[in-house]
């Protein structure tokens, strides 16, 4: 026999975020429109709801991630005989988060137009419609603008823009990274587009609720899916910071870097500026070098400074040796970013050479902090 569950569309605050292992819960505030009357579907009215608790999941958000006091829509189930009330349909109605604030993390399943291959043009006029092939790109989205890598070279803005702009985009940057400053993710990493979204976080927040978005062309219609996103090691990396600065401060070197508002920490590592020298990682804790890089056994990551520092201090130095620095920045999401490029060589007693490096890449993803790309700046603080 079918169970029958009283459903009800109503509002409410987020006060426990889901994820993909915790069950959320949001506090019961009212109707998600108003209406007037009573709910006939309810022998209780609204008054029974108000106030009470109804769990959440993540998959009943979509991709989107919950923040403590957003103002949600949702449709709340609730179980017979006296069972607790349960969200349904998701919808972000209000949220604190602006700017970089970082909404969620995807997999994004794009269907792409392609030109007939060699033979099946001329098989017959009447034959199907070529099946669209899929690009996946690694996504992110802030509260005012999605981040995609592994973008491949031809897939251009106006592609893109098919999906985007049903779905509030406005406009969208490009950046192909040069293979040199690929870091060491290897040529298949990719490039990265960066969609602002006019509207904010709420469109943002109705794409990422929402498991497949529909693209018409040409009498076809294709679908778009959103998936959660994949494993830190595999998923491609975010765009790389610009290089950073390495100078001399009391017989120690500090190294300085661009923040970005939606970074959870950042990885420093020094280098030796000799021929095939390894990177070493940075203990922020002690200045020391050769952490190892990787998780531990608690799932914590070692060497990471803050999400407000700007500047670490290294004091595991030689004298009369020059080195580099370069900097990873780790999302909340535990997603990690290309290695930037290496900063001009320092050495201790003063001597500094000239920098050879290419000149960082001009995209909105790649800018200083105070960029409406990334946020409002935060003042660094050295770890």
């Not at 006091?69 to 607790?84: L, Y």
């Not at 137009?113 to 009447?126: F, L, M, S």
């Not at 914590?300 to 900097?327: K, Q, S």
Request: hydrophobic share 40%; aromatic share 4%.
């Amino acid at each position: 026999a079918v169970q029958a569950r009283r459903v009800r569309r109503l509002r409410g605050r987020v006060v426990r975020p889901a994820d993909a292992e915790i069950t959320g819960a949001i506090v019961i505030t009212g109707e998600a429109a108003a209406r007037g009357g009573r709910d006939a579907a309810s022998p209780m009215g609204l008054a029974g709801y108000v106030g009470v608790e109804a769990s959440v999941r993540q998959s009943d958000c979509g991709q989107l991630q919950l923040a403590v006091d957003d103002e949600v829509a949702f449709c709340c189930v609730s179980g017979e005989d006296g069972g607790g009330h349960a969200a349904r349909l998701v919808e972000l109605l209000r949220t604190s988060r602006s700017g970089a604030s970082l909404l969620g993390c995807f997999v994004l399943e794009l269907p792409r137009t392609r030109a007939p291959e060699e033979g099946e043009a001329d098989a017959h006029v009447e034959a199907e419609p070529l099946k669209p092939r899929i690009t996946e790109l690694d996504g992110h989205a802030l509260a005012d603008r999605v981040l995609l890598a592994g973008v491949p070279p031809d897939l251009g803005e106006a592609e893109l823009m098919r999906l985007f702009s049903k779905l509030g985009g406005s406009s969208i940057h490009l950046a192909h990274p040069k293979p040199e400053a690929d870091g060491s993710e290897g040529p298949d990493a990719g490039g990265f587009a960066s969609v602002a979204f006019a509207g904010g976080a709420l469109d943002v927040a109705r794409m990422l609720v929402r498991v497949a978005h529909t693209i018409n062309e040409q009498g076809s219609t294709h679908l778009a899916k959103l998936s959660p996103c994949r494993s830190r090691r595999e998923a491609r990396p975010l765009p790389a910071l610009p290089p950073p600065t390495l100078e001399m401060d009391d017989g120690a070197l500090v190294a300085r870097w661009t923040q970005v508002g939606f970074a959870a920490g950042y990885a420093v590592e020094l280098r030796a500026d000799l021929d095939n020298a390894e990177w070493s990682a940075v203990d922020p804790s002690s200045g020391a070098l050769g952490v190892a890089d990787g998780d531990d056994s608690s799932g914590a990551l070692p060497g990471i400074v803050g999400p407000t520092c700007g500047a670490c201090r290294v004091t595991d130095v030689e004298l009369d040796m020059g080195y580099e620095a370069r900097v990873t920045y780790i999302a909340a999401c535990g997603c990690r970013s290309q290695a930037s490029c290496p900063s001009a060589p320092c050495f201790l007693e003063g001597r500094e050479f000239p920098s050879i490096l290419p000149p960082p890449l001009d995209t909105p993803m790649l800018r200083p902090l105070d960029h409406p790309s990334l946020g409002p700046p935060t003042p660094p603080a050295a770890a």
